[in-house]
Each structure stands twice: as C-alpha cells, then as structure tokens.
C-alpha cells in the first residue's frame, strides 16, 4: 500500500484543517488507517485510528473531542477533520496502514506510511 497525506497548512488557533489520506496498491479496505504526528524535537506519537470498516475509531486524549477520522473505501482515502485547532498541535502529521485488526497505538505496529504534511497553528 502506498499513502500520500496532504492538506496540511497555516492556521490560527481555534481554527480548522481536514486531512485527506490517500491510498493506491492492494485492497485499502482491508487496513486500519492511524494518524500520528511529530513535532519538532518531539517523539512521534499517535493521534487517531480507523478500523478497515470505519465502525471502530480511537483518538489520543489530546485531540478527542476536537479530531474526527473517517474513512471513504471506495475513493481508498481517509480524513482527519481538525476543529478548534491549537498551538500544540503544530508537527508533522502522518498516515500509516495497519493490516491488524487490534487497535494498535504504537508506531511500530503500522506496516505502511505515507510522507507527511506539515500543520502549522499559530497563536
């Protein structure tokens, strides 16, 4: 599987940004999609998960409430709506494939990854 994020951009605080993950190779239906992201000077860490169906979705506690991942298998892309964005979340946002079925959190765990798209939330 093959991934390209992009929407990435410039942002006030308070504002928005929606993410688009798109995939190419074999079936995409069958990953779980995730989202990290790694600011700089920081580890990378997870933001949101999506199972392969779209009926299981876990966020990281930074972002719950605020975030929302979806999925659209017939255009093999996936989104991450960012409302009520922060300073904090300013970093480099990745999408990463999953062929299990366990939510899994941990980056090691994700067999593909894409190459990233800057978000930048200024104060």
């Known amino acids: 599987v093959q991934l390209q994020a992009s929407g990435g951009g410039l942002v006030q605080t308070g504002g928005s940004l929606r993410l688009s993950c798109a995939a190419s190779?074999?079936?995409?239906?069958?990953?779980?999609i995730g989202w990290f992201r790694q600011a700089p000077g920081k580890e990378r860490e997870f933001v949101a998960r999506i199972s392969w169906n779209a009926k299981i979705t876990f966020y990281a506690d930074s972002v719950k409430g605020r975030f929302t991942i979806s999925r659209d298998n017939a255009k093999n892309t996936v989104y991450l709506q960012m409302n009520t964005l922060k300073p904090e979340d300013t970093a480099v946002y990745y999408c990463a494939a999953d062929s299990g079925r366990v939510v899994r959190t941990t980056s090691a765990s994700y067999d593909y990854w894409g190459q990233g798209t800057l978000v930048t939330v200024s104060s």
């Open positions: 190779g074999p079936p995409f239906s069958s990953y779980a």
